[in-house]
């Protein structure tokens, strides 16, 4: 049998995550509830067609799982010996022999306690190999077990072999098989992807981490050298666009069989409501929960976040995140319309207090951001109180609400966070991988500020330029 030859280069910078961001079916794409997972597994296989595999697929997924007490086995078919074509024999064994170590010291950072296995099959010959690894999977699998392996239209020979065994392993044994697509990010489109099938896994913010701690552990992937394997070659593999589609902050499964469990809408609802709860709360010991009164760092976060704006008025603004409204409270001298948004009744009934010119309302986001579009849109340290998936759809919703020569501006604390799902770091990556490089940013130890849009500079509008 003769291997069907890839669909793409990796040295290509593939199909921009803007185009795939911007696929309306992300909106209907379910969320797996890992605690019915958990509940309903007991143990879990992901299976790798090469080292690297397991980590860009579904790295942040098997640490969520691993921390909540999963058994994992991480099955690696070939030790992606022929990553980097025309070495030696001697060369390629060096190779991979420093994959294999690599793949260990992955799986060990973000699931200690995972036994990894090495079947040392043939790098791009895993088509010549099916029964062996549909045996190899079966061995180890039973009803109680998730597979978790290479989608079978991938477009690589290796990844499209296992896939369909790892599928054959899984009608075998009763087992659940769901698919990680890793290269068909990189070659295919919106209109490729099978979106009936599809279920989002939101990372923990400590599985996030780990995932990007792991992926450094592929040297001879993304440097292009490993001193330890005596090989020198700096063809990358891992360049800038698969590192960037592994660090969404959410994982996509194809679930061919609708066998996962997914959050249903009164889970959801739960978890906003108790959100909401917990903000309503902070009232509770006083009216300035926040501490902006005399707060030289409040002043400063508004002060920066004003001097960075692109235009002196805008027609139309949105705060998404108003809290007690000192930041709205100056928008609105700016604004010709100002509209603000917080998920807080007590916040709302504050801000209404601070800027009575804007439209203060009660909500949710992204489902409850209001309609039209809008000159100047600002999140200000609201992004990490939300999950992966609603700030991916919110920053989706904002962007796409901008009216034309619009800004979109984020602010966020880039110090550690605590008991939230995300943290400002993490945030404003996203957004960056979302949307390209911002036309304005200001950085320092305390803050984040971006600016996405596609206007004239300042001196250009009074034609200074």
Not at 222 to 236: K, V
Not at 379 to 400: D, M, N, W
Request: aromatic share 8%.
């Amino acid at each position: 049998m003769t291997a069907a030859p890839p669909r793409f280069s990796h040295r290509e910078q593939g199909t921009a995550e803007s185009v795939w961001w911007s696929a309306r079916q992300w909106d209907d794409v379910p969320t797996l509830d890992i605690a019915a997972a958990v509940n309903r597994f007991s143990t879990v296989l992901v299976a790798a067609a090469h080292p690297d595999d397991e980590t860009l697929g579904v790295g942040g997924l098997v640490s969520d799982l691993a921390d909540l007490g999963m058994a994992l086995t991480v099955v690696v078919a070939s030790a992606g010996e022929q990553s980097h074509p025309g070495l030696d024999e001697a060369a390629r064994a060096r190779l991979g022999a420093a994959r294999r170590r690599e793949v260990e010291r992955a799986v060990s950072g973000f699931a200690p306690r995972a036994h990894v296995v090495h079947l040392g099959l043939p790098d791009t010959g895993l088509h010549g190999h099916g029964a062996e690894l549909t045996a190899a999977i079966a061995s180890r699998a039973g009803a109680d077990t998730l597979i978790l392996a290479p989608w079978t239209d991938d477009g690589h020979s290796d990844h499209d072999a296992l896939g369909a065994a790892a599928a054959r392993a899984a009608a075998a044994t009763g087992a659940v098989i769901a698919h990680f697509p890793i290269w068909l990010w990189h070659w295919g489109v919106p209109a490729d992807f099978p979106w009936q099938h599809a279920v989002m896994c939101e990372t923990s913010l400590v599985g996030c981490w780990r995932k990007r701690a792991a992926l450094e552990a592929f040297t001879s992937q993304y440097t292009g050298l490993d001193a330890a394997s005596g090989y020198a070659d700096w063809r990358l593999v891992l360049g800038t666009a698969p590192l960037t589609r592994a660090r969404r902050l959410i994982e996509t499964l194809i679930d061919p069989n609708d066998a996962l469990p997914t959050l249903s809408g009164t889970v959801a609802a739960e978890r906003t409501s108790a959100r909401t709860a917990a903000f309503d709360q902070m009232y509770d010991a006083g009216t300035d929960p926040w501490r902006t009164a005399g707060s030289f760092y409040e002043q400063r976060r508004r002060d920066l976040v004003l001097a960075i704006l692109g235009h002196p008025r805008y027609r139309r603004v949105l705060e998404v995140g108003c809290a007690d409204g000192y930041v709205t409270s100056t928008l609105s001298s700016r604004a010709d319309g100002l509209w603000a948004l917080d998920t807080s009744s007590r916040a709302v009934d504050a801000a209404r207090l601070a800027a009575p010119e804007a439209v203060v309302t009660q909500g949710t986001v992204p489902q409850d951001l209001p309609a039209g579009q809008f000159d100047l849109v600002l999140l200000s340290e609201v992004g990490y109180f939300l999950t992966p998936s609603e700030l991916i759809a919110t920053l989706r919703r904002a962007h796409a609400a901008l009216a034309p020569g619009g800004e979109l501006v984020l602010c966020h604390w880039q110090h550690p966070t605590n008991d939230v799902p995300l943290d400002g770091v993490l945030v404003h990556e996203q957004a960056r991988d979302l949307f390209g490089c911002p036309k304005a940013w200001h950085a320092d130890d305390d803050l984040c500020i971006e600016v996405w849009a596609e206007s004239p500079s300042v001196a250009e509008q009074e034609g200074r330029a």
